[in-house]
């Protein structure tokens, strides 16, 4: 009986964990290689910020000078020399990058084609380029000081804010913008809508928006925010120490994982289910973006102080075992589960748990 109790504890924390994902692959910008597991690395003087991924599957991350390209199964392909790569976004309307670099003394945004991975023209722009966005032929940009649109190679602000506005995300008709002020320490979110604008005040500073499924994602400051896309009931998930940088839903186990450059111990990805810690996921130094790619049910990560990109595997799902033979075995990539020594903090808190129960019940017993 004893043993069957413990069986009942133990079947939630193994399912959760099964279920939230893995490091499948480590990949090393510096020699575009890509290697099973992680693996340790240190300081790279490439580094990778924000990612986007195509409707092909192929992932676009900008770092510092260069745009890398990743395949759907985390083998790098190529890159892109663009200077003072900061800030990207991708236009599914026409298979285009836009690039945004604020390297002194030059403003710049480049366009890149996602087919043939060419810079079709890069302009000098009037102000500092924070973040951008495309949709219907019309190109958003956050800078320091509001949201404009870019005409030629200015850009004109038509709504202002009370400082830098950092990411931009669309949907459903509502343009979305998320920033901060620095010197009265709040946050905000603005949402356009055709001549109406409504800010909301955030007791976080936003480091990105994501909308996804009536919901509206910001990875902030020491907190992930959660807001109904109809109501605007907002809902914090506040951990003190933490900066999150990025934030995706997947959509194959309805898990959010987000990006966390933590101040008091090692950096990691933390799993929400809801709004309820599910676990962490452990891999690169200062995570910062994150994708899911919809080709191959990866989940890729940037890192930008080591200068990779980690490639999670939710193997937890459905979809897994079906999909795994699509890894094409010509790139030298060789899928691997987690070793021994992944598992070693769990086992030692599962040992820890049994321990304790085995004692309740012989007190009980007594």
């Known amino acids: 009986m004893k043993y069957f109790l413990i069986f009942l504890v133990l079947i939630p924390f193994f399912v959760t964990y099964s279920q939230i994902g893995y490091i499948e692959y480590t990949i090393y910008l510096n020699n575009m290689s890509t290697v099973s597991g992680v693996t340790p690395n240190f300081f790279s003087s490439i580094s990778p910020t924000y990612m986007v991924v195509d409707s092909s599957g192929y992932v676009f991350a900008a770092a510092v000078n260069e745009v890398f390209i990743i395949n759907p199964y ?52 009037n102000d500092y380029p924070l973040s951008t966005l495309e949709h219907n032929g019309k190109i958003y940009v956050g800078t320091y000081g509001g949201v404009g649109i870019l005409n030629n190679s200015k850009i004109n602000i038509f709504v202002n804010t009370p400082g830098p ?32 604008v409504k800010s909301i ?11 996804y499924n009536n919901k509206i994602y910001i990875a902030g400051d020491f907190s992930v925010i959660m807001i109904n896309q109809e109501s605007l009931k907002i ?91 699509q890894i094409p075995v010509n790139q030298n990539i060789i899928s691997n589960k987690p070793k021994l020594e992944f598992y070693i903090q769990d086992i030692i808190f599962f040992v820890i748990i049994i321990f304790i129960i085995v004692l309740t019940l012989r007190k009980i017993r007594k």
């Open 74 to 125: 985390g083998k790098v392909v190529g890159k892109i020399g663009v200077q003072g790569a900061e800030y990207i976004s991708y236009c599914n309307e026409n298979n285009t990058l836009i690039v945004s670099s604020g390297t002194l003394p030059n403003f710049t945004i480049s366009f890149i084609s996602t087919i043939n991975f060419t810079i079709i023209r890069t302009i000098n722009v």
């Open 165 to 196: 506005v950092v990411s931009l995300a669309y949907s459903n008709g509502y343009l979305y913008a998320v920033g901060y002020n620095f010197t009265q320490s709040y946050g905000f979110l603005f949402i356009i809508h055709n001549n109406s």
């Open 201 to 211: 005040i955030l007791s976080t500073f936003p480091n990105f928006i994501y909308v």
């Open 235 to 325: 809902q914090y998930i506040n951990i003190s120490g933490e900066k999150f940088e990025g934030i995706v839903v997947d959509p194959k186990n309805n898990l959010t994982y987000v990006t966390a450059d933590s101040l008091f111990g090692p950096d990691y990805i933390l799993v929400l289910n809801g709004s309820k810690i599910s676990g962490e996921i452990y891999g690169g130094i200062t995570p910062i973006g994150i994708v899911f790619d919809n080709v191959s049910n990866f989940l890729f990560i940037s890192n930008f102080f080591d200068g990779t990109i980690s490639v999670i595997s939710t193997n937890g799902s459905q979809y897994y075992q079906e999909n795994t033979y």
